[in-house]
């Protein structure tokens, strides 16, 4: 923005200092800079419209809950807006999710279709009003509409179409809710056969739902929250908050997330929401409300495609007429150390820019295959996209490909490097190798826990040449040597790494579907420790010619390539105390063991650090004895997670030692676990190391297209 300014200078000087101290809400300030003009008598005051210039560029802002002030006016009957379901202003609404380019002018926005009526045009004209500008604005009379349609029956408009949507939720029946940045499927979370229901028909057996409620009152009802979680429930973001469950909650959280500690909670964030919720209409208290797709899809956000592949879910569906442009899910945070800690990033956050601790060439790194992000980068800036999700089928390929071109045009980047993974399979390297060819760009390929660490050190603006120690833990990632790697303590920065330690390989027999069989790894890490495994719960969930195959390949490493991956370590133990054999989401079996972990255990297991390897036969045969002499699975996961902490701390001790390095950088998917975060940070602290976490981006897979943006900066010498 730039600002022309007359006046005395005791005059100029209170009006720079009010705006940088008093900025618009909502308002970001990436720099303020105050230069002395020519003397120019402005004798009135005018605000210009945009001017396109392709050398342009800037953010865009992200899709905003309702404001308090547009809430009041949807239930006040005075109103001319009441009960309108898209009413909004400059405070609230949708944003990145309907904007086709910059500048953003309503005529680059999915709202240019719709012609203002007077009374709304006189509003947006206005600079005194509320939705001065406000390019979504509209009312009932000039603005997109609502009706529900079912099987066999008449389609229903307006106010009775939401009557009968909130009728049929308290009826047990599933409903498909065209909302902000897609679709969502939505029943009364508390009726244990309608949530029943939608988990058989989108094909979701045991991965938990989110739910919603009206407002905060009521969330607080289900979910203890601390002060900080309630402003980050109620702030303009509006994200699903991962809270301890309160009595009733537990209730919920047994019916919409079995096996969890937490419960995924939200409030309503746009006035269709607050409709469909109002309390006094006999609506049902809390709702599920989870991504409308079929699992491992993408969100559904087109009408026309929510008619075709949601019509076997959903009993009916709740549509409008406002296009959608950028579908974006429902963001997902916890709270540690009182700050916001990300699971996944996307409405509300994305796409935010992550400034950047020094100047970037115009990059593209497009990310891994699991929970992918894709980056672009200009300048200072560091635009990261919303959650993607898993690049497995060909919906969520198109729909990566698809966003990067609209994220390109958005931001004006026009890529001259690029950056993927070094794993050869991945969808989305093969990606940028395609574009590299076709484009004749230079490809930087980075490997992924180097791309973790340099994730961590950009988001923490880490500008020194000095080397870090790394801790990165994940499930997976395609190692500098061919193997798969996930439990390394790297040393390093931008420019290059070592791998300072690592978890013993063991084989994963049968490969990737080792990461789905957690008893699959459990028999190989009893295989390495030397351990007779047939009175163990792992070998329930085979026969014995299975059990014998995964032995063969095993001793053999016939498809089974070795891994010294955290993840499969965690997914070990789940299924050698008797917790999970299988998983039917991602972590399934470490989400599990965290839940369940006892809170007020200190003692741990041992394990041996020899040379760079950390050998965990020691704690295999621990937790195999205690097992055997009956202590409890939640016992023998509070010892587990303490012998993690432990393990971490003493690769950062032996570092230090050798080279005085006290910065830890702590990046991975396994660090989505609180209770490995909430005993580590002061582990840490307490002995003089200053550690490095995620603060805007997740610790998991989603970060890892910046760290390959960072790191081609740095290595590309073109």
């Known amino acids: 923005m730039h600002i022309e300014a007359y006046g005395s200078p005791e005059q100029v000087t209170a009006f720079t200092e009010d705006l940088r101290n008093h900025p618009p809400e909502l308002a970001v300030i990436d720099s303020f800079i105050t230069t002395e003009a020519p003397d120019h008598i402005y004798e009135e005051f005018s605000i210009r419209e945009s001017h396109d210039q392709r050398t342009d560029f800037l953010p865009v802002s992200v899709d905003l809950a309702i404001c308090a002030d547009c809430k009041h006016e949807l239930f006040d009957p005075k109103d001319r807006r009441y009960r309108y379901p ?110 029943d229901n939608l988990r058989l028909r989108k094909h979701r057996t045991g991965k938990p739902f989110a739910v919603m409620t009206c407002d905060l009152e009521t969330a607080l009802k289900f979910a203890n929250l601390g002060e900080a979680e309630r402003s980050w429930l109620t702030s303009p973001q509006a994200p699903i908050i991962l809270a301890d469950p309160t009595v009733p909650g537990e209730d919920i959280r047994a019916i919409v997330a079995p096996d969890q500690s937490r419960l995924g909670i939200m409030i309503a964030y746009t006035p269709l929401h607050l409709l469909l919720l109002e309390p006094g209409k006999d609506a049902p208290q809390i709702l599920v409300m989870t991504s409308g797709n079929l699992s491992e899809e993408p969100i559904v956000h087109d009408n026309l495609q929510a008619q075709t592949s949601l019509q076997d879910i959903a009993d009916g569906m709740l549509l409008h007429d406002r296009p959608i442009l950028t579908r974006i899910d429902d963001s997902v945070i916890a709270s540690l150390e009182n700050r916001p800690y990300l699971y996944r990033r996307a409405r509300g956050y994305a796409p935010s820019p992550i400034i950047l601790p020094f100047s970037a060439a115009q990059t593209l790194a497009v990310g891994p295959h699991l929970k992918n992000t894709f980056c672009l980068t200009r300048e200072q800036y560091a635009f990261i996209s919303q959650h993607i999700g898993d690049l497995d089928n060909q919906e969520t390929l198109d729909a990566f490909e698809a966003s990067i071109l609209h994220n390109q045009h958005l931001f004006r980047v026009e890529p001259e490097l690029l950056a993927c993974d070094l794993h050869p399979a991945y969808l989305s390297t093969r990606y940028a190798q395609n574009r590299a060819e076709t484009e004749h760009l230079p490809l930087v390929q980075v490997q992924h826990h180097h791309a973790h660490l340099a994730a961590c050190l950009a988001e923490n603006k880490w500008t020194s040449d000095e080397p870090v120690i790394g801790l990165i833990f994940d499930g997976t990632g395609y190692g500098s040597d061919g193997t798969i790697w996930g439990g390394e303590v790297l040393v390093g920065g931008y420019s290059g790494f070592k791998r300072q330690f690592h978890l013993n390989p063991v084989p994963m027999p049968g490969g990737d579907l080792a990461a789905l069989t957690p008893a699959r790894m459990a028999i190989s890490y009893l295989l390495e420790a030397n351990i007779d495994y047939h009175d163990l719960p792992p070998t329930h969930s085979f026969d014995q010619v299975t059990l014998q195959a995964i032995r063969h390949q095993c001793l053999t490493h016939f498809n089974a390539p070795l891994t010294s991956s955290m993840g499969r370590l965690f997914d070990a133990v789940a299924s050698l105390i008797g917790l999970k054999d299988r998983n039917t989401y991602e972590a399934e079996a470490a989400i599990r063991l965290e839940a369940i972990a006892e809170p007020d255990v200190s003692n741990a297991y041992p394990f041996e650090i020899k040379k760079n390897v950390i050998e965990t036969s020691p704690l295999i045969h621990a937790v195999v004895d205690d097992y055997r002499q009956g202590a409890s699975a939640s016992i023998i996961s509070a010892r587990f997670h303490n012998t993690i902490v432990g393990l971490a701390l003493q690769c950062c001790r032996l570092v230090r030692e050798e080279a005085g390095l006290n910065t830890v950088a702590i990046s991975g998917g396994v660090w989505q676990n609180l209770r490995l975060m909430r005993s580590l940070l002061p582990a840490l602290r307490a002995e003089g190391f200053k550690p490095l976490i995620h603060r805007h981006l997740p610790p998991n897979d989603g970060c890892v297209a910046l760290g390959q943006a960072t790191v081609a900066q740095k290595v590309y010498k073109g």
């Open 86 to 195: 898209f009413i909004n202003c400059t405070h609230c609404g949708p944003r990145f999710s309907i904007v086709k380019t910059i500048p953003y002018d309503r005529p680059n926005t999915s709202m240019s279709e719709f012609t203002l009526c007077p009374e709304c045009l006189a509003e947006y004209q206005d600079p005194l009003n509320r939705r001065f500008h406000a390019q979504p604005v509209a009312c009932a009379v000039c603005g997109p509409s609502v009706w529900l349609e079912q099987p066999f029956r008449p389609t229903l408009k307006g106010e009775t179409a939401i009557e009968t949507a909130r009728k049929m939720l308290a009826e047990g029946n599933i409903l498909a809710i065209k909302g902000l940045g897609g679709f969502h499927l939505a029943c009364d979370a508390s009726n244990l056969k309608a949530v």
